[in-house]
């Protein structure tokens, strides 16, 4: 499993997480800190996009500047 990391437009991390098996019983959090404490996001998320497949940058500057569009963000 592949995984990129980012927000606002920046690139944070890109990892590689073997032997991976996605299923109904995988825990995946998204606003959740999962490292021993139990701290939630104070805020809100637009939008949450998941690829089957790492994007090119190509293809993340695209999607960014569809999102900078969409919410009027320069």
Known sequence: LNVQI???GT???TSTISGYTASAA???FIGYENAGSSEYL???IAENVIYAS????ADRLDLISHFKAKY???
């Open 54 to 57: 790492l994007l090119s940058s």
């Open 42 to 44: 104070n805020g809100d």
């Open 26 to 28: 995988s825990n995946t």
């Open 72 to 74: 009027g963000i320069s």
């Open 6 to 8: 980012g927000a606002n």
């Open 11 to 13: 690139l944070g991390s």
